[in-house]
């Protein structure tokens, strides 16, 4: 059994900063991708950035150039790095990891980012 674990969200005025932490534990395939996706109120889940065990990177648009996403693959420990944050990445944001080949999907509770004045 997979669980993963946020921490680091919290309430942060705009244009600063925040490191989100994601920590996996039990048995964790080594091919997998993990990731960070967020919901605001009122709106659909949607993937903020990605990140595979090759450590190749997706990231929203939205993001771009503000977030960045790392792994550190013997912690099975994913990272969210948010600069320059705005009242738009409110949100609950919410670890993931997902194993294609063996078909698994697990997800963090979630962690609040609130970004406010």
């Known amino acids: 059994q997979v669980q993963l674990v946020e921490s680091g969200g919290g309430l942060v005025q705009p244009g600063g900063s925040l490191r989100l932490s994601c920590a996996a534990s039990g048995t964790i395939f080594s091919l997998n991708t993990m990731g960070w996706y967020r919901q605001a109120p009122g709106k659909q889940r949607e993937l903020v950035a990605r990140?595979?065990?090759?450590?190749?990177?997706f990231y929203a648009d939205s993001v771009k150039g503000r977030f960045t996403i790392s792994r550190d693959n013997p912690k099975n420990t994913v990272y969210l790095q948010m600069n320059s944050l705005k009242p738009a990445d409110t949100a609950v944001y919410y670890c993931n990891l997902k194993v294609t080949i063996a078909g698994s999907d697990y997800w963090g509770q979630g962690t609040q980012v609130t970004v406010s004045s």
């Open positions: 990140i595979t065990s090759g450590l190749s990177t």
